[in-house]
């Protein structure tokens, strides 16, 4: 697992893929009407039941690409399965995301997401 958000962020910034996702301005709505305590939680809640469990079963499916602002940081921080979760950030398929792990992946999640909602584009 990577000590460094930033130089992840910097990494992902430079794939093709992850660099298309953005928030829009009705995810970026929703973040500000729910503000960014209450997304965090959201945040934890997803990782919670769709990342964390050991075995997964709809795995590479199981995050949407739309319909909240976390969801589309997962693609964005390559965080939405545990494929990409192997790939990018090699936390091991096949065991339960530890507390440590779970942390890691919702600060990545929200750094990025708070740098969207800074982002005057």
Known sequence: MPNNIEEMLQRLARSNFRSKFKLKTK????VEAKGLDKIREHTYDFINKRLAPEYILNDGK??????????????ATATCCRGCLYKWHKIPKG???NDEEIEYIVNIIMTWIERQMNDKN
């Open 27 to 30: 995810e970026k709505a929703y």
């Open 62 to 75: 199981q995050t949407p690409m739309k319909g909240h602002p976390t969801f589309i940081a997962q693609h």
């Open 95 to 97: 065991k339960k995301l």
